[in-house]
């Protein structure tokens, strides 16, 4: 239908300059959290960090096959070949198995494989329960195999991603990712919502705000990828020419939800297996009063009760708090 070609195109190209503005937002995202990370002095965060800077290198070199594997593809479409015999639908159709394409679904599987393990290890830190990812870590094994099957599908000549065979296996695949992904998010959700109740009864809303406030949860839970993938997945099963739209913007939060995550680990702020439970936060709360008695100091009238009383109470609590991936730095307040 032209008509749901030119939505196809016109969201297509609203989706590439979208991916050129998300992926500046990333390249910036990256140079800070690698900044931070090479100018770590503490030894104890060595490893970890060495980790995080792997998975951020690996998020950032599998969005840029992905952006430019896109661009590639709508510079072919529309200036290259513009005169196609029936026009850009009919190239859409023709070429949407071409070998950069398919090279492009392999990074964007790859992207959702390091995204989606680095949530689980997240949901593993609020949580510290293993049975709890039973059920995630399944889906994440099966998002494994159908990624696998719909980089193989829509390599094969002629297949269009869009339609046919190709699309039932990728909306099987998205269908399972998301699912995994909704059910990581409202598992990091509904665990930091447990302990923010906790944490400002004890420390105060502000303390609890640090780790458990709109930032903190639509980081945490990577909201972002997560709304982003069910939209996806709702125009993709209803056909819509506006997939492709919801498609590429799920596929740049897919890194750049990650990358957020791994600031806010680096920076210390993201919520630690140091304060996973309020018994440990309850551990870390101490009261004490001290009641010293003295003697009028030489000068000093008698009041005429005898000696004088002086009664100090001294409240302080200690927050143990992440300092980068690993270790702990303690804060006092007196």
């Known amino acids: 239908m032209p008509h749901a070609n030119a939505i196809f195109q016109n969201c297509f190209y609203v989706a590439n300059m979208l991916n050129g503005i ?41 969005i ?143 303390v609890a705000q640090k780790y458990t406030g709109a930032v903190a949860l639509i980081v945490e839970a990577a909201l972002p990828y997560t709304l982003f993938g069910i939209a996806y997945v709702i125009t993709l099963g209803l056909h819509s020419p506006t997939t492709i739209l919801f498609m590429s913007l799920y596929v740049m939060f897919t890194c750049i939800s990650p990358q957020l995550i791994i600031i806010r680990v680096v920076l210390g702020r993201s919520f630690s297996l140091e304060n996973n439970s309020t018994s440990q936060l309850s551990s870390n709360v101490h009261f004490t009063t001290s009641i010293s008695t003295s003697t009028p100091e030489e000068g000093v009238p008698d009041s005429g009760l005898g000696s004088v009383v002086s009664v100090e109470k001294k409240h302080s609590y200690r927050w143990s708090r992440s300092s980068g991936a690993s270790g702990s730095s303690t804060v006092g307040v007196v």
């Not at 500046?24 to 140079?31: K, Q, T």
């Not at 959290?33 to 970890?48: A, G, Q, V, Y």
């Not at 492009?104 to 949580?127: E, T």
């Open 22 to 62: 998300l992926y500046g937002v990333e390249l910036v995202l990256y140079a800070v959290s690698t900044s931070i990370m090479l100018n770590n002095k503490d030894e104890r965060n060595t490893r970890s960090y060495r980790l995080f800077l792997l998975l951020s290198t690996g998020l950032l070199l599998m």
């Open 64 to 206: 840029t096959v992905y952006v430019a594997v896109q661009a590639l593809f709508g510079e072919e479409m529309w200036i290259i070949h513009a005169d196609y015999p029936g026009g850009s639908a009919a190239y859409q159709a023709d070429h949407a198995a071409v070998w950069y394409e398919t090279l492009g679904s392999v990074a964007s599987v790859a992207l959702n494989l390091i995204s989606d393990g680095l949530l689980l290890y997240r949901c593993y830190v609020v949580w510290t329960d293993r049975r709890v990812l039973i059920f995630p870590l399944s889906l994440y094994l099966i998002t494994f195999g159908l990624g696998l099957a719909m980089c193989i599908v829509s390599s094969i000549p002629h297949s269009n991603f869009f339609t046919g065979a190709s699309q039932h296996v990728a909306l099987s695949y998205a269908t399972v990712v998301i699912s995994l992904n909704f059910t990581l998010s409202s598992l990091i959700c509904g665990r930091l919502l447990y302990h923010a109740h906790g944490v400002e009864h004890l420390l105060g809303r502000d």
